[in-house]
């Protein structure tokens, strides 16, 4: 799987948005980007995942450069309740037992702020 | 409902003894991970199966030791031999590699005293 970047920590106003970068310059072409966040002490939650094209659903939008080297999950309006690590991966779709594995790197620690 | 359950919460073991994990699964998915969460770290992963019966090394999979006899279960040893073993301990299944994502347990916390 490729590895992604990103920042070790960042702060947001409550009820402005947050966007949270990550860089996974090595991705190839069949390779996935998802994105969790996990609340202190919890086991980490699905927010979105995309290929090539932006996604939204209820809890993020996802967008993806052109050359996919690079991601940006958008929280629209964060509450307190947004304050978590989110860690942004990529994972092929290959068959295969090697791309069964799934890295999670240290992730940004996102502070939302009254 | 249809989850992935993770035992204990808390689990406490004296210096010495091998400790088993449990992780249940009713999502009928193919694929099970085991990672390890140490404060302030991300997560680093132990061991991954794709399939029953079958299982790969992760990163530090050194002092750990896991089986898949059945789809639904994939529990995690932890020996003697690991040096540091007190830590968060979270499972993890997976539909398979085709576009879907991976749910997590609420994890185990072990502290070895």
């Known amino acids: 799987d490729a590895k992604t970047t990103q920042p070790p920590s960042m702060d947001c106003a409550e009820g402005r948005a947050a966007n949270l970068p990550c860089n996974h310059s090595?991705?190839?072409?069949?390779?996935?980007v998802y994105w969790y966040r996990q609340i202190h002490s919890q086991g980490p939650q699905y927010i979105i995942h995309?290929?090539?094209n932006n996604e939204t659903n209820e809890m993020a939008s996802l967008i993806i450069t052109e050359d996919r080297k690079s991601s940006t999950l958008i929280l629209p309006h964060a509450t307190l309740r947004d304050t978590a690590v989110y860690y942004c991966?990529?994972?092929?779709?290959?068959?295969?037992?090697?791309?069964?594995?799934?890295?999670f790197g240290k992730g940004t620690l996102l502070t939302v702020n009254p | 409902d249809g989850g992935i359950t993770q035992s204990p919460k808390y689990l406490f073991r004296k210096e010495g003894q091998n400790v088993t994990l449990s992780c249940e699964q009713n999502?009928?998915?193919?694929?099970m991970y085991w990672y390890r969460q140490d404060p302030g770290q991300g997560l680093r992963l132990i061991y991954y199966?794709?399939?029953?019966?079958?299982?790969q090394k992760g990163d530090i999979a050194e002092g750990y030791s896991v089986s898949r006899e059945k789809k639904e279960s994939f529990p995690l040893t932890v020996t003697s031999a690991q040096k540091n073993p007190t830590a968060f301990y979270l499972c993890?299944?997976?539909?398979?590699?085709?576009?879907?994502?991976?749910?997590f347990g609420q994890g185990t916390r072990l502290t070895v005293v």
């Open positions: 993890a299944s997976k539909g398979g590699l085709t576009n879907t994502e991976a749910f």
């Open positions: 090595t991705i190839s072409g069949n390779e996935y």
């Open positions: 995309g290929l090539k």
């Open positions: 991966i990529v994972n092929s779709q290959n068959s295969g037992g090697s791309n069964y594995k799934l890295t």
């Open positions: 999502l009928n998915h193919d694929a």
């Open positions: 199966s794709q399939i029953v019966n079958d299982f």
